[in-house]
């Protein structure tokens, strides 16, 4: 493995995948056989994809949010969180793991989502990548099961040999999920790029709205995306 490859197994202050309470469930995870390494992240995906709760209004804008540990305390996050806790999971168990981001528009989101972003492009979505049997794999475990069956969407599944990337439709055959531009692959969370992107596309004034009241909840938001109207 070369020096670049080395960042990929590295613990950083977000992706801290040698906190105690990452490499405990990392262990709990993966059980005491282990397996190799696609056993293991296929694993940890499915452990991450159904044991945190998406939720599209988790905060955003400072590096404790992203930190891995703190998202599996939470036991919730948006696309990003997940992903930076699965790719320190996948860290703590020796596989090399980064983060890789891409603009999205989402064509089945709650019409409350859409309202609140004023815009179905989700901007530098997250999705981890695990470097496996020679290659980079892409998993992407942001939707757990329960929400997939709301949107009517097969549950997105990880073997460790094919990307798992987001479907293109629903079981209905609706338009689901379309890739708009890549922004690259990352050891860390650039969290200064994605407040930069999302205030560029959603507007500064209503990210500046969004940053005021998380910091007048103490981080907590007032949304229950698991109860909004599906479009």
């Known amino acids: ?19 105690p309470l990452i490499l405990e469930y990392a262990e709990k995870t993966i059980g005491a056989a282990g397996g190799g390494p696609v056993e293991k ?72 989502l859409i309202e609140f972003l004023g815009s179905d492009l989700f901007v530098y979505h997250g999705f981890t990548e695990f470097y496996l049997g020679g290659r980079w794999v892409k998993a992407t475990p942001a939707f757990n099961v329960e929400l997939c069956k709301r949107h009517k969407v ?39 790029n994605i407040v930069t992107a999302w205030k560029a596309t959603y507007g500064k004034e209503r990210v500046g709205k969004w940053i005021e009241a998380f910091e007048k909840s103490g981080g907590i938001s007032s949304r229950d995306f698991d109860i909004e109207d599906v479009l």
């Open 154 to 192: 097969v549950p997105l599944e990880f073997n460790g040999r094919e990307d798992s990337i987001f479907q293109p439709y629903s079981r209905e055959k609706k338009q689901f999920m379309e890739y708009i531009e890549d922004h690259g692959v990352y050891a860390d969370i650039p969290v200064d």
């Open 41 to 112: 992240a296929v694993k940890l995906y499915y452990a991450v994809r159904d044991g945190i709760w998406y939720d599209p209004y988790y905060p955003f804008y400072r590096a404790e949010h992203y930190r891995a540990s703190n998202v599996l305390k939470s036991g919730r996050g948006y696309c990003v969180s997940k992903a930076s806790l699965l790719c320190a999971l996948g860290r703590a168990c020796g596989v090399p793991s980064r983060i890789g981001f891409a603009d999205v528009r989402n064509h089945l989101a709650t019409r409350q």
């Open 1 to 19: 493995m070369d020096r670049i490859d080395e960042a990929y197994l590295l613990p950083t202050a977000i992706i801290d995948s040698d906190s």
